[in-house]
């Protein structure tokens, strides 16, 4: 096995996006997800490093990729099937009866989807460390993740990469801590059309009701990560908490109108901060932003009713 040669594409989708998973011991073509075949597994330490290091980050920064050994895995392994061995159909359960036994697992099968459950789990957290997220936010994920492969939902082939970041999605909206689809776009490098669409599919089949966020709540992390000032970014959120009550943020994503809020509070207490920096942070093109600061701006009297500069 160790001399096999390793695939150059996938005899399945064609994919010439075949790499060797050494922890995991396989062959895989990360287009569909299809195992190509089984190596001997390597037991020396595997080093992965994650979608910012083409972005200027440190080369050296990377992150140790080893088991995913967890304990939703032990609670998602196939279960034992009693095989007629006249009839050769499988029944559900129960005793053992004349004329049946018990058929043992597919080892192979069962293999497999363990090893395809600890990629997706290994893929949640490198989207997770990306974005810097908390350990209780990827413990969130990890268990919506598991409740989706309990109840069936399709986590393999080519919608295996945007459904594991659709399950981050998830848990940043049950935790509180709002994120942009962009902001999962530029981690994962999946178009956020379709990390939307597996949210949604995701969203009807485990039932998840949410609530979108609130436009406060990205303000407060923006203006964070802006520098403003205290004084800036109390009125920021003042300000928004109004667009909302409002309605003027209705029709809009929250997101967008977080940016424009800053925008003009940032520029109303002197804290300037251009459209392009702005714009870098939270991920809003510029031309959003512009649209929807000129809506705002027709209400400008009564977002700033109130406020006092000191």
């Known amino acids: 096995m160790g001399g096999e040669c390793v695939p150059d594409h996938c005899r399945d989708c064609g994919s010439a996006d075949v790499v060797t998973d050494f922890s995991a011991g396989d062959v895989v073509c990360r287009s569909c ?8 597994i390597d037991d020396t330490p595997e080093w992965r490093t994650f979608a910012n290091d083409d972005r200027g980050g440190d080369p050296a920064a990377k992150s140790r990729v080893g088991d995913t050994t967890d304990a939703r895995l032990d609670s998602l ?32 099968s069962e293999s497999a989807k363990v090893k395809r459950m600890q990629r997706n789990m290994q893929r949640i957290q490198e989207v997770a460390d990306y974005l810097s997220l ?19 939902v399709n986590i393999r082939g080519p919608e295996r990469e945007s459904m594991a970041v659709a399950v981050l999605f998830v848990a940043c909206r049950k935790s509180g801590n709002a994120r942009s689809l962009k902001e999962f776009e530029d981690a994962s490098g999946i178009a956020k059309r ?15 009701e949410m609530t ?14 802006l520098g403003l000032p205290n004084k800036t970014q109390t ?6 908490k109004k667009a909302d009550t409002l309605g003027l943020s209705n029709g809009q994503p929250p997101v967008a109108v977080a940016a424009s809020v800053i925008y003009l509070v940032a520029a109303y207490t002197n804290a300037k ?5 702005i714009s870098d942070v939270t991920m809003i093109g510029e031309k959003s932003m512009k649209r929807v600061c000129k809506e705002l701006n027709k209400s400008r009297v009564v977002l700033f009713e109130g406020v006092v500069m000191t």
């Open 235 to 240: 009125i920021a959120h003042d300000v928004a």
């Open 33 to 40: 997800g299809m195992i190509l075949g089984e190596r001997i």
């Open 194 to 208: 379709r990390i939307g669409k597996s949210f949604m599919s995701l969203s009807r089949r485990l039932d998840i």
């Open 134 to 152: 908390p350990k209780n936010i990827v413990e969130i994920a990890l268990d919506v993740y598991a409740e989706a492969e309990k109840k069936g």
């Open 212 to 225: 979108q966020p609130s436009t406060e709540e990205y303000v407060r992390r923006f203006c964070s990560r």
């Open 273 to 277: 901060r251009s459209i392009q920096e």
């Open 77 to 108: 392994s196939l279960s034992t099937f009693l095989v007629d061995p006249v009839k050769g159909k499988s029944s559900g359960g129960g005793e053992a009866g004349v004329g049946q036994k018990h058929k043992r697992p597919n080892i192979s």
